[in-house]
């Protein structure tokens, strides 16, 4: 996938019970590197070819490979990983309606 780093993304493969998340890419570029996020692809550079989080996480052959179909702030990759960091950092959506707006 093709991403500029100005891009916003709508994160839905995974939502059947909560609504999809918006997610601000710019917002995230002071982060750290690109594998901060795409930790597959050590070497990945702004606007370079990135592998998207289902392609591992939406029914993951190797069940070590946590689901993100689960809604379990321990098992689903982007809970543990996206609301860990904000929490680390202290800022950036923790509750549940913060990303999944009620529609």
């Not at 070497?43 to 070819?49: K, P, Q, W």
Request: glycine share 8%.
């Amino acid at each position: 996938m093709m991403l500029a780093q100005d891009d916003d993304l709508v994160l839905d493969a995974c939502g059947e019970k909560q609504s999809a998340v918006a997610f601000p890419h710019k917002a995230h570029e002071g982060v750290g590197p690109c594998s901060t996020c795409h930790h597959t692809q050590e070497d990945l550079v702004a606007g370079g070819e990135a592998e998207t989080c289902v392609s591992c996480h939406l029914n993951p052959e190797d069940a070590a490979t946590p689901d993100c179909s689960q809604m379990s702030t321990s098992k689903n990759p982007y809970h543990k990983s996206c609301v860990g960091c904000h929490k680390e950092q202290g800022k950036g959506p923790t509750k549940c309606t913060e990303c999944h707006p009620k529609g």
